[in-house]
């Protein structure tokens, strides 16, 4: 089981062409989010973008170098809180800063799309080395563990499915105001 230094290292040692990451969960519990989430949800302005500036600058300069990096968001409407402020918080700045955001809607997703979230949360890196993310019923991370062939082919394969039926993230947030933290503060 890695820890996330363990983690951290094995994506840097497999993240040469594509990483893709497949986020599940209603909420998580990270200490990188400090008090956000409770800011996000008083209605304060948005973070200072300072504190996020060596994480969009990691994903700038790995893209500016032909790093792919995605992110497949699973959502089931209504959302929680967290996923409102991750999708306002976090995937807007994400984005602009070069990672490819994707929201599988499943409330108007093909049939079978559901079985994703069965799969969990995972790290697809070149499309070969899967590693599977563990968490606790609150969100917490416990651990990750990479997952070897053949089981290694059910994740791709899921994840290829999901991607190609998922829309953008800017293009989904457009048109889905209601999720807004202005729809909710009014």
């Known amino acids: 089981m890695l820890d996330l230094a363990g983690l951290a290292a094995f994506i840097a040692e497999h993240h040469s062409r594509d990483l893709i990451r497949v986020e599940t969960l209603d909420r998580y519990v990270s200490a990188s989010d400090g008090s956000e989430l409770e800011r996000f949800l008083r209605g304060e302005p948005a973070p200072d973008r300072a504190a996020k500036a060596s994480w969009l600058n990691r994903i700038r300069v790995d893209t500016d170098a032909g790093r792919v990096w995605r992110r497949l968001r699973v959502v089931d409407p209504p959302l929680t809180d967290y996923v409102r402020y991750a999708c306002e918080w976090g995937y807007t700045d994400n984005t602009a800063a070069g990672e490819q955001v994707r929201v599988l809607d499943l409330s108007g997703a093909p049939v079978g799309a559901r079985a994703l979230v069965g799969v969990g949360d995972f790290y697809l890196l070149d499309d ?59």
């Open 128 to 186: 070969t080395r899967v590693v599977a993310m563990r968490y606790d019923q609150a969100g917490v991370f416990t651990g990750a563990e990479p997952v070897g062939d053949p089981y290694a082919e059910v994740y791709r394969a899921a994840v290829r499915a999901a991607w190609s039926n998922a829309e953008p993230f800017d293009r989904w947030w457009s048109r889905h105001p209601e999720h807004h933290r202005s729809a909710a503060v009014r």
